[in-house]
C-alpha cells in the first residue's frame, strides 16, 4: 500500500511548482520575441507582451482563444501531421505565416517545445522582413541570369557557322590580287597599257 504523503508536503511541493511557474512567467513576460503556452487540448493560457506587439492582439484577447485560430496560422505541413509530430517528438521549429489584427501578414520563426503536462511553450520571431529581402535578392538573380543568358546567345549566333558563312560571303564581293590582272577596266591596267602606247609611238 502507498504511503501519503503528509499534508505539509504536499503544500511544499504545490508551492514550489507555483514559484517555478511565477519565475517562467516572469522570464516569458520580459522576452521581446512573442511567446505564448498554450494546451495541445485546448487554448492559450499565456501571451507576453512581445506577443501583444507583433500580432496586435492584447492578452484579453488572446487567452482562452485556440491558438492557431487566432493569429489564422497556415502551416507548411497538414495541422494533424503537425499536431502528431509534437506529440511524438515532443518540440517542433520551421516557418509559419500569421495574420495579425489590423490584417498584415507576418513570416516568424517558430520553436515550440512540449512540456510533460502536455503545455506547448511557443516563441515566434519575426522575419517577415527578411523574407522580403531574400525574395527581392532571389528576383534580382532571375533578371541577371536572364540577361547573362541573352548575351551568351547573342555572343553564340554571331560565331555560329551561319555568321560565319554570312562573313565568308562578304569576303567573297572583294577583289583579289588577280582581278587586278584579269580586269582590263581597272585604272592600274589602263595606266600600263598608255605607257607601252607611247614607247611604241
Known amino acids: 500500500m502507498a504511503r501519503e504523503l503528509p499534508i505539509e508536503t504536499k503544500l511544499s511541493e504545490a508551492e514550489a511548482a507555483s514559484e517555478r511557474a511565477e519565475r517562467l512567467g516572469g522570464l516569458l513576460a520580459l522576452s521581446h520575441e512573442a511567446m505564448l503556452m498554450w494546451k495541445l487540448n485546448g487554448s492559450i493560457e499565456f501571451w507576453n507582451a512581445g506577443a501583444e506587439r507583433l500580432y496586435g492582439f492584447a492578452q484579453e484577447e488572446a487567452i482562452g482563444n485556440i491558438s492557431h485560430a487566432l493569429p489564422q496560422t497556415k502551416f507548411p505541413v497538414e495541422f494533424t ?45 519575426d522575419i517577415t522582413e527578411q523574407k522580403k529581402i531574400e525574395q527581392q535578392m532571389m528576383f534580382l538573380a532571375s533578371i541577371v541570369q536572364s540577361s547573362d543568358d541573352a548575351i551568351v546567345s547573342k555572343v553564340s549566333t554571331a560565331l555560329s557557322p551561319v555568321g560565319t558563312g554570312q562573313r565568308s560571303a562578304y569576303s567573297a564581293k572583294l577583289p583579289t590580287r588577280h582581278d587586278h590582272y584579269r580586269n582590263p577596266q581597272r585604272p592600274g591596267r589602263m595606266k600600263s597599257a598608255n605607257i607601252d602606247a607611247h614607247q611604241t609611238g
Do not use: A
Open 81 to 125: 501531421d503537425y499536431i502528431k509530430l509534437l506529440q511524438s517528438e515532443r518540440h517542433w521549429s520551421g516557418e509559419l505565416h500569421h495574420i495579425c489584427k489590423d490584417g498584415r501578414e507576418v513570416v516568424v520563426e517558430s520553436r515550440q517545445q512540449v512540456l510533460s503536462d502536455g503545455t506547448v511553450i511557443e516563441v515566434n520571431g
